[in-house]
């Protein structure tokens, strides 16, 4: 919900980039929120007079586990086979994407008519910022910058990427506008859970998220509007287990390449009013006796921001 404006500014005079970079350097996180997921409690006095009850009567000398685990090392091996094949076949497929859909998105907007009162677009953001946990790299680039980072989460991770763009209302008249932020994700999500001859918390999840947000500069400090239904759409969510008796390894894999338009319609500008538009990718993901992959780093893996589009109604 927004917050009730402290200022506002009235007059001509253009928004300082690098204020607004300081500003938003001073709010921002600091670093990744961490949320370590819960363990299953193994400490417990009554969880040991479980275990003690069910080794005794079901695997007394040890003998079904060990060739259990055996069984299991197998599998292990089988899995990391078909995700190599997996992997590099979605590789192959994504090879070039990028510089096809710069291509494509530059043919397309030149052909649209001119129109420099109601229709702005912005090819490049003025800051780009990540969460430390992500150890990313990125670049501004014209129609296409971009951010590539590969990890592997065994506990949790809340972590971020953050891609700022500026637009200013240089009439002296107040306007409604819709804005269209885009990104493109092309990556490569892996999760595995150990198996295990007993019971126990074997698992892991990932969600991936894209989300705009304006942020109404006019007001400082910064407010944002009402948040509506097209501002936040989820690019993905996966989910393995084999928490059970005698259960196998889980695995799961996808390939990810989408696009996203993210929209806000009939935002009111006040005149001269500079608005700051925020574009999130959301990595979140836990893991108990497992691991997540996720990979935007490799070849041409990567989450890219063609731009934003500003419509003045």
Not at 214 to 230: C, D, I, K, R, S
């Amino acid at each position: 919900m927004a917050t009730k404006p402290t200022g506002r500014t009235k007059t001509k005079r253009p928004p300082n980039v690098a204020e607004i970079i300081s500003a938003i350097e001073k709010r921002r996180f600091t670093g990744p929120d961490y949320v370590f997921a819960p363990a299953l409690p193994r400490g417990w006095p009554s969880q040991h007079a479980i275990d003690d009850f069910v080794v005794a009567h079901f695997d007394s000398d040890g003998r079904a586990a060990r060739q259990f685990d055996k069984i299991l090392r197998e599998q292990t091996a089988d899995i990391a086979e078909l995700s190599d094949k997996l992997n590099s076949k979605a590789l192959a497929a994504s090879r070039g994407r990028r510089a096809r859909l710069r291509k494509e998105l530059r043919d397309r907007i030149a052909l649209l008519p001119p129109d420099p009162y109601k229709r702005h677009f912005i090819d490049k953001p003025f800051l780009i910022s990540t969460d430390a946990g992500l150890n990313a790299n990125y670049e501004k680039a014209s129609y296409g910058s971009w951010v590539k980072f590969d990890i592997e989460v065994t506990t949790a991770i809340n972590a971020y990427v953050f891609l700022y763009y500026l637009w200013t209302n240089d009439s002296d008249q107040a306007v409604a506008v819709n804005i269209d932020g885009y990104l493109v994700a092309d990556g490569w999500i892996e999760l595995r859970s150990d198996g295990g001859f007993w019971p126990g918390d074997r698992r892991a999840e990932a969600t991936l998220t894209a989300a705009m947000f304006p942020m109404e500069w006019w007001n400082q400090p910064a407010t944002f509007p009402l948040v509506q239904e097209g501002q936040v759409q989820p690019a993905l969510t996966m989910a393995v287990s084999s928490g059970g008796l005698a259960a196998g390894g889980g695995f799961d894999a996808q390939a990810l390449f989408r696009g996203f338009d993210l929209q806000y319609r009939q935002l009111s500008v006040p005149a001269y009013g500079s608005l700051v538009i925020l574009l999130e990718f959301v990595v979140t993901a836990s893991a108990s006796h497992g691991n997540a992959k996720i990979d935007f780093q490799s070849q041409d893996r990567d989450v890219v921001s063609p731009g934003v589009l500003i419509s003045v109604m």
